[in-house]
């Protein structure tokens, strides 16, 4: 690094620090994720590494305590690796969360505990008092005339014992502007530091906020004359360790180069997940070289960088080499920073890490906090639990780390795909048991606890109002699709399946832990670049998951163009009345188009998705599923909804029954107008907005989602299976009886296909598929059916045009038996209810609860969101068409059906029980 003169006293030219800290909340690195980051700031330019880890005991919560022989070594082994890549290794200690700083004891265990860490070789330090109490005990209070006295007092003792260490770092307890009190001029605390702090110690700032939008030079100019010095940025930018539900793959923005001159360095703190930092550390590179903020130099130009990055990048499809714009050659332009062009290159390196042979294993687990209290669960409170387990013991625990291999560093690499070999994992527990009668169980699905804790280190305070989930509301949502028999089967046979892991299931049994273990990837990828993963797949992963205060561009489009669907899906509706369906209105084929668009894109997701689970680098795979699993999960759930509108009002569906209603309520505005302008500007620390892209998605379906509808555990193992939800075909019919056969076989029941095959279907899904088929959903792997949900409207216009229209046929076709004998079959028993249906419509007595639902799956199906996902999407269908409420049929022998309906909402609804049956209600 080339050495900058910084303007206050104590730090003239020296070197402008610049690398990484990991300072985060969670599962710390590896070591041999920690070396290969040392090969990787070398290679970028970038000068230090800071040993930060809230999780290291030892560095915090029992920073009394020496390290033992194996940790010494440990530690020697960091240091070691980190000089031989001329690296400084930055030891911090983080001892105040009970240091009495007037004890003469405590003071002299600080300086023993950093002799040892002398003697492992470390030669640069931090003390941080981040993240704690700013008041003193009342022994300090005797001693000190404030808070920072007592801080800078230990400080600089600790600095004269290390004999002035060249590099020796401060963070203070007010580390942003929100935190100093009143205001950052005027606060007491940092004019002390600023004052008493020994002059070679260098300070950690973190911006405006916690995690700062953007960072002005002004502000760097007013913290620098209120702490006598330039700061070092500790910048949270890229931290996500406070929500598990956001990864950010953007590039370093938000801070004008213009910043450098006037600072001491600058630090990222990245994301929990080490593989996905490479796009982080390498764009803040590239910014540490440049002099000029991107957009100024596009003032200048007639077309800007980033319309010609979106141009290279789709002229770019059939190659994995990019021509960079500004590229060709040495020129101003390289010391211009444009943070789309950044990402650019960051991407084209970050290809090669994808194509690594990189081995992993044991369940996939995030590194995020475990310890946090889960998101409003509104419906599902300790009695809805199972017996003996209370809402904790539902949460999210992160294993021991687990030793992962250094990433190579070249910029083209042999693609080898390899596979790794079955490995036992440890699943959580999820309850099994055989379906009474044709619908199997649904167990509970576990939950991952989102919380928040207060810091630094990005661990938000306390949710806000504002971070409750709202939906977004808009009208209708339009679907491209008129669903076509050709087309669907056609999509069935792509080389590369949909995605749409759609909706939610409901009543089946959840495969149990043993069963996913098979699921694990052991094959070998074909030998073609079909599976290979493209700079183009990247960009659109880096896309959806961005930065904290902005979606990518293809984030955006997918906002965008599926709220435009939504709110003009009425058009459709209009465009078919008094016109025939052979000239349809250039307002109704604009909808089809961009329904089509959106379909594309959701199809893009669904192959990035496949060709990640193909990437030699089984490391960063491990890295990346979850998030990409659950990002792939949310857009093709609102595919389905925009396929299932295709096909309501495209299809004619519902058109002339009067019950396209209550739609104008659910106009979205992305945010409401105050919290979507706190998202943009950055007025609100990102945790306010709590989920990222995928939970924007979500609020744009007419659903509210204070149940569990939208948490999902994904998978522990990898694995590629996909399955796709659609609205049902009539052409499908036959299938989905098939499917009520094999579900009434694998329950145990005896085979009563041969002599009526249709029988089981006719009974429980006939009147739905028949009178009321756009309410009908289908849950589909890779080669048929394995699923359905049907659905009414109205479920007391249903029972009276079944017993009007479906009954009387029923009778005609099964023959009443003339059985004297007092056991009747099974086959009798059913063909008996056919002909003695229930005289009165039980809805009736439900009031608001006036749509039935009905749903059930293959034990086989194991993706465990399948089921919420699928009840979901009928959910969103029936609400959007002024539905006030669903309900369920359930045995009452059925517990863990029981226990999944109660996580999504249901309640059961008094005075309807039977012996036998117990029905489940959900208000929207």
Not at 43 to 64: E, I, N, Q, S
Not at 907 to 921: A, C, K, P, Q, V
């Amino acid at each position: 690094m080339t050495e900058r003169r910084n303007g206050n006293r104590g730090n003239t030219n020296q070197r402008f620090i610049c690398g990484v800290i990991e300072g985060f909340y969670g599962r710390p690195w590896t070591l041999d994720q920690r070396k290969d980051l040392y090969t990787k700031l070398a290679r970028f330019g970038m000068d230090t590494y800071v040993y930060a880890p809230k999780d290291d005991y030892k560095h915090r919560a029992y920073w009394r305590e020496m390290y033992t022989v194996e940790e010494g070594d440990h530690l020697t082994a960091l240091i070691t690796a980190a000089k031989s890549e001329g690296i400084k290794f930055v030891y911090a200690l983080s001892p105040g969360l009970d240091m009495c700083y007037s004890s003469a004891k405590e003071v002299n265990l600080l300086k023993k505990k950093l002799d040892q860490i002398v003697q492992f070789g470390c030669e640069a330090f931090a003390l941080l008092f981040d993240d704690i109490e700013s008041e003193m005990n009342e022994q300090d209070k005797e001693m000190f005339k404030s808070f920072a006295f007592a801080q800078v007092s230990v400080s600089n003792q600790i600095y004269e014992h290390l004999s002035q260490p060249e590099c020796f770092l401060f963070c203070p307890t007010q580390y942003c502007a929100s935190r100093a009190i009143p205001d950052v001029r005027n606060s007491e605390y940092l004019n002390t530091i600023g004052e008493k702090l020994a002059p070679g110690i260098d300070i950690f700032w973190t911006g405006p906020k916690v995690i700062s939008r953007i960072i002005s030079v002004e502000s760097i100019e007013e913290i620098s004359e209120v702490l006598h010095r330039p700061p070092v940025i500790w910048d949270n930018l890229h931290a996500n360790d406070y929500d598990q539900k956001r990864l950010f793959l953007g590039p370093y923005s938000g801070r004008v180069p213009e910043l450098i001159p006037k600072l001491r360095g600058v630090i990222t703190n990245p994301n929990c997940e080490y593989g996905a930092n490479f796009v982080a550390i390498h764009s803040l590179a590239q910014w540490s070289r440049c002099k000029i903020d991107g957009k100024k130099f596009l003032d200048a130009e007639s077309e800007s960088a980033d319309i010609r990055l979106e141009k290279d990048v789709a002229s770019s499809r059939a190659t994995s080499t990019i021509t960079l714009y500004g590229d060709e050659g040495a020129d101003d332009r390289d010391e211009v920073y444009i943070p789309r062009r950044a990402l650019k290159r960051s991407v084209i390196e970050w290809l090669s890490e994808f194509r690594r042979s990189k081995s992993m294993w044991g369940p996939i687990t995030k590194p995020q906090p475990s310890g946090m209290s889960p998101i409003s669960l509104s419906s599902f409170t300790p009695n809805q639990t199972k017996e003996g387990q209370n809402q904790d013991e539902l949460s999210y625990k992160s294993p021991p780390a687990m030793e992962l291999k250094p990433i190579d560093s070249s910029d083209t690499v042999e693609v080898h795909f390899r596979s790794p070999a079955d490995s036992p994992h440890s699943a959580e527990e999820l309850p099994s048991s055989k379906s009474s009668g044709i619908l199997g169980p649904a167990t509970p699905l576990s939950l991952v606890s989102q919380g928040s804790l207060e810091g630094m280190d990005v661990n938000s305070g306390p949710v806000s109002p504002a971070q409750k989930d709202e939906p977004m509301q808009e009208p209708d949502v339009v679907s491209f699709m008129a669903v076509e028999e050709e087309t669907a089967k056609e999509s069935r046979l792509k080389s590369i399946p949909e995605v749409d892991t759609g909706p939610v299931d409901s009543t089946r049994s959840i495969p149990s832990p043993p069963y996913i273990s098979n699921q694990m990837i052991t094959d070998l990828p074909p030998s073609n670049s079909e599976f290979e993963i493209t700079v183009e797949d990247i960009f659109l992963l880096c896309d959806l998951f961005y930065l904290p205060f902005e979606h990518g561009t293809e984030g955006l489009k997918l906002l965008q163009e599926f709220s435009w669907l939504k709110q003009n899906s009425h058009l459709l509706n209009e465009g078919h009345k008094g016109k025939g369906a052979s000239s349809p209105s250039r307002e109704v084929r604009e909808w089809h188009d961009r329904a089509s668009r959106f379909d594309e894109m959701s199809r893009a997701l669904n192959r990035l998705f496949t060709r990640l689970t193909y990437i030699n680098n089984r490391e960063l795979l491990y890295d990346l599923y979850p998030y990409v699993w659950d990002m792939r999960g949310v857009v093709s759930l609102l595919n389905a909804y925009v396929k299932w509108l295709g096909k309501c009002l495209g299809g004619k569906g519902l058109i002339g029954h009067g019950l396209w209603i209550g739609m104008d309520s659910w106009r979205w505005n992305g945010f409401n107008k105050s919290s979507n302008e706190s998202f943009v500007t950055g007025e609100e620390e990102p945790w306010v907005f709590r989920g990222g892209l995928a939970t924007d998605l979500q609020r744009l379906l007419p659903i509210e989602s204070n149940s569990d509808l939208f948490l999902h555990k994904s998978p522990d193992v990898v694995t590629r299976q996909v399955y796709t939800i659609r609205p049902y075909l009539p052409s499908e019919e036959q299938a989905v009886y098939n499917l009520c056969n094999k579900m009434w076989k694998d329950s145990g029941n005896p085979d009563i296909t041969e002599q009526y095959p249709e029988l089981l279907g006719d009974k429980m899904i006939g009147p739905f598929v028949t009178l009321s088929p756009e309410f009908c959903f289908v849950v589909e792997d890779n080669s048929s059916i394995v699923g359905y949900a049907v659905a009414a409207l109205d479920g007391a216009n249903l029972w009276k045009k079944s017993m009007i229209a479906w009954a009387p046929e029923m009778q005609r076709k099964y023959n009443l038996p003339v059985s004297e004998v007092e056991h009747k079959t099974i086959i009798e028993d059913i063909i008996k209810e056919m002909h003695q249906p229930q005289q009165t419509s039980p809805v009736e007595m439900r009031g608001s609860f006036s749509s039935p639902i009905h749903v059930s799956l293959l034990n086989s199906v194991c993706d465990q969101s399948v089921p919420k996902r699928l009840v979901t999407c009928v959910i969103a269908a029936l609400r959007g068409h002024g539905s006030s409420g669903c309900y369920v049929e359930l045995k009452k022998s059925d517990l863990p059906a029981i226990e999944f309906y109660c996580r999504l909402g249901f309640n059961e609804i008094s005075g309807l029980d039977t012996e036998n049956t117990t029905y489940f209600g959900r208000h929207f």
